[in-house]
T-cell receptor, first 112, second 114 residues
Framework: GDSVTQMEGPVTLSEEAFLTINCTYT??????LFWYVQYPGEGLQLLLK?????DKGSNKGFEATYRKETTSFHLEKGSVQVSDSAVYFC???????????FGTGTKLQVIP | KAGVTQTPRYLIKTRGQQVTLSCSPI?????VSWYQQTPGQGLQFLFE???????NKGNFPGRFSGRQFSNSRSEMNVSTLELGDSALYLC?????????????FGPGTRLTVT
């Protein structure tokens, strides 16, 4: 079945540091890939998405590129802020279906 | 547009009881999905409804059920509650956006079973 593997957290960074959160996936066909963010006490918010190979999703300074050859969708940000502290989930949906498979989540803590 | 709303936000029940959670999707969204989030198992897909029909189902026992009404609002029901059912239950609504689905999540219902 489909699966998503994320790097273990927590990740602790100083403000303005570079962020990478690794994500790899296993899926049949051509899934769509997503990054969601969950702030404390809240539901999930869609951060960015990519629907086909070599697509780059971007939002709020975060970027991720759909790499089919390495089945990866790593999340990056050039300069993190304290307000980016949250749990980040990599996820996929198989083509044509709504069932989302999530990774285990990576907690990011940014310290001033 | 108003976001996805879930009621109640918090719930405390005892073992053996049953519970019903409600989800109102974003206006115009016809698909509603439910997820269970726990520290141990992470986010797990429960089921998805579209136009009052269950289209997909996750790997949960039959105690977990749901339905969708003609106005797209959805309810999920858990019968004979167990301690392990304590979790954050998230609802998401979606529409087709380009070649990929985007799901918009509600704030969740925190269920505690004692």
């Amino acid at each position: 079945g489909d699966s998503v593997t994320q790097m273990e957290g927590p990740v602790t960074l100083s403000e303005e540091a570079f962020l990478t959160i690794n994500c790899t996936y296993t899926a049949t066909g051509y899934p769509s890939l997503f990054w969601y963010v969950q702030y404390p006490g809240e539901g999930l918010q869609l951060l960015l998405k990519a629907t086909k190979a070599d697509d780059k999703g971007s939002n709020k300074g975060f970027e991720a590129t759909y790499r089919k050859e390495t089945t990866s969708f790593h999340l990056e940000k050039g300069s993190v802020q304290v307000s980016d502290s949250a749990v980040y989930f990599c996820a996929l949906t198989p083509g044509g279906y709504q069932k989302v498979t999530f990774g285990t989540g990576t907690k990011l803590q940014v310290i001033p | 547009k108003a976001g996805v709303t879930q009621t109640p936000r918090y719930l405390i029940k005892t073992r053996g009881q049953q519970v019903t959670l409600s989800c109102s999707p974003i206006s115009g969204h016809r698909s509603v999905s439910w997820y269970q989030q726990t520290p141990g198992q992470g986010l797990q897909f429960l089921f998805e409804y579209f136009s009052e029909t269950q289209r997909n189902k996750g790997n949960f026992p039959g105690r977990f059920s749901g339905r969708q009404f003609s106005n797209s609002r959805s309810e999920m029901n858990v019968s004979t509650l167990e301690l392990g059912d304590s979790a954050l239950y998230l609802c998401a609504s979606s529409f087709r956006q380009g070649e990929g689905y985007e799901q918009y999540f509600g704030p969740g219902t925190r269920l505690t079973v004692t």
